[in-house]
């Protein structure tokens, strides 16, 4: 399927709402951080950006550094445990992914927590969904031999709220604690993120315990400039048509997943079942799922320079 052709890459581009003035940009001490959160000064590092800002490419990263840094055995946390006496089920296993074996183990993942004195966990408000995977950019190769959590955990066409996320995280976070691994949470999905770094803003009622979520949270901003954003959301939304995105979105309608629960999803289902319900065409489509995806990026962008605001400190960096 050939993609239309796209002529201007320019600040003005119509469609692409304007950046606000960037932050200025740090350098981190990478050991003084993992220091930190080895001494109790923080409980959680938290690796936030717009899409297409690098924030899981630099979470991997900061994982995989901490990890040589400190490997499995060489220190202890701040509840005095040794990275390498981890505490597993009872199967010794992760206890929150999709797929297993017949003793409830995820075969890639008992191998991987083994190796990384780091994990992540996402907070991504899609990729809680399986089968979505094209379309929220899950990218599991990115991740290599770091461990990761939060991601499939429920069926395509279901609805997925802010305290289920709550208590996923919640038990992906201690499981993660108890074996003396530095939880790194990544995404890109404001109130995710405050949902568990900032619970207090949420019904308690509904909400897990304040004791059972991070209390000290270090987060990380991944900062890029306005044109290099564009380009980089332009790219990425090609070679995600290139992969199977419209075939992805067919399968899943092909599936029994009604087209309003898609259009729900918003975004790259939103507009794919459009074309493929012949609502729009594949140039409009290409369109005005571009221009939706850079208007996101500014909202994300604006959320977060909002809870600076708030008083929340980022410490942004360039990936």
């Known amino acids: 399927m050939s993609l239309p052709n796209k002529t201007n890459l320019l600040p003005d581009r119509p469609g692409i709402p304007p950046m606000a003035p960037m932050p200025e940009a740090e350098t981190l001490d990478i050991p003084a951080l993992a220091e930190s959160y080895l001494r109790g000064d923080i409980d959680l590092i938290c690796v936030l950006g717009p899409t297409a800002s690098g924030k899981t490419k630099y979470a991997v990263q900061l994982a995989k550094e901490i990890s040589r840094l400190r490997p499995l055995g060489s220190a202890r946390n701040d ?3 040794d990275f390498d006496q981890a505490k597993h089920n009872d199967n010794g296993c992760h206890f929150d992914q999709a797929k297993r074996n017949e003793n409830g183990c995820h075969f890639d993942q008992a191998k991987r927590v083994e190796k990384s004195a780091a994990e992540i966990l996402s907070a991504d408000s899609r990729q809680v969904y399986t089968g979505m995977d094209i379309g929220t950019g899950k990218d599991l190769r990115e991740y290599g031999e770091v461990p990761y959590h939060l991601i499939d955990l429920v ?4 609805k997925f709220n802010i305290y289920q996320y709550q208590a996923a995280f919640a038990e992906a976070y201690a499981d993660v604690r108890s074996r003396g691994a530095v939880p790194i949470l ?4 404001g109130l995710y993120i405050e949902s568990v770094t900032r619970a207090y803003k949420f019904d308690k009622e509904n909400g897990v315990p304040a004791e059972r979520l991070p209390q000290k949270t270090f987060y990380i901003g991944t900062l890029v400039s306005r044109e290099e954003r564009v380009e980089r959301i332009d790219r990425r939304l090609d070679e995600r048509l290139e992969e199977g995105l419209v075939e992805e979105v067919q399968g899943l309608l092909d599936s029994g997943i009604p087209p309003e629960d898609l259009l729900w999803y918003g975004l790259e289902y939103k507009f794919v079942t459009q074309y493929i319900l012949g609502e729009i065409s594949y140039d409009e489509m290409h369109i005005l ?4 995806i850079h208007q996101f990026a500014k909202r ?12 929340v400190r980022i410490h942004w960096v360039r990936p």
């Not at 990544?186 to 999905?189: E, I, L």
């Not at 799922?289 to 939706?292: D, G, H, Y």
């Open 79 to 81: 509840n005095n445990v």
């Open 289 to 292: 799922l571009a221009n939706a």
């Open 186 to 189: 990544c995404g890109g999905s």
């Open 300 to 311: 994300q962008m604006t959320w977060f320079r909002g809870m600076e605001r708030d008083g």
């Open 155 to 158: 069926p395509a066409g279901s």
